[in-house]
């Protein structure tokens, strides 16, 4: 596709729901980023997929927090039994993943889904 | 944690005014980047400049990076209405760790007024 998507762009749940978060990279893009962005605040690293390999999870701040990345295209983001301080925007990227690494990559920004737990 | 810290947290300038931001950071790293971002949506990449590099040029952008003072500014030049967004330095240690982990700064609110 011609950018990043994410859907939904806005989720309103309850305290203790579930919630599912999508993620469509630029087509062609091997790496995959997912950061989240509380009220006022920089950016948060997730999590980060890059091809076939185990994705760096080392963001994830609690086990509440889950992604898979199926068929190296598409990810989704779960958030189990969500909390009111898990509100914030939730904001995907990706990048080509041919210049040596992530850290020399342009990332490529969606435009974020907003969560607001209730 | 936050590794790179913008300057000033706010700025609101007349627009045709120079506007800089500024970024420090912590560790050692191999490149900063700088990202803008609109209304609180998805980030758009402005620049990004290797460690060995000291300035760098982009339309009415300029960037300078001081390894020594582990520092970066970022100048808008001749501002325009359209500019007001926020500014986000990124910094890409230079050390083992997550190798996806951009890490952002903050951010610095700028508002340019017609």
């Known amino acids: 596709g011609a950018g990043v998507s994410q859907s939904p762009s806005n989720k309103v749940t309850e305290k203790g729901k579930d919630v599912e978060l999508r993620c469509d990279p630029i087509s062609g893009h091997t790496a995959l980023y997912w950061y989240r962005q509380s009220l006022g605040q920089g950016l948060e690293f997730l999590i980060y997929?890059?091809?076939?390999?185990?994705?760096?999870k080392s963001g994830l701040p609690s086990d509440r927090f889950s992604a898979e990345r199926t068929g190296g295209s598409v990810s989704t983001l779960t958030i189990q039994r969500t909390q009111q301080e898990d509100s914030a925007v939730y904001l995907c990227?990706?990048?080509?993943?041919?210049?040596?690494?992530?850290?020399?990559?342009?990332?490529?920004f969606g435009p974020g889904t907003r969560l607001l737990v209730l | 944690s936050q590794q790179g810290e913008e300057d000033p947290q706010a700025l609101s300038i007349q627009e045709g005014e120079n506007a800089t931001m500024n970024c420090s950071y912590k560790t050692s790293i191999n490149n900063l980047q700088w990202y803008r971002q609109n209304s609180g949506r998805g980030l758009v990449h402005l620049i990004l400049i290797r460690s060995n590099e000291r300035e760098k040029h982009s339309g009415r952008l300029r960037v300078t990076l001081d390894t020594s003072k582990k520092s970066s500014s970022l100048l808008i030049t001749a501002s325009r209405a359209a500019d007001t967004a926020s500014y986000f330095c990124?910094?890409?240690?230079?050390?083992?760790?997550?190798?996806?982990?951009?890490?952002f700064g903050k951010g610095t609110k700028l508002s340019v007024k017609p």
């Open positions: 990227a990706s990048s080509s993943g041919l210049a040596g690494g992530p850290r020399w990559e342009t990332q490529y």
């Open positions: 997929f890059q091809g076939n390999s185990a994705p760096d």
């Open positions: 990124a910094t890409a240690p230079n050390y083992g760790g997550s190798q996806g982990n951009l890490i």
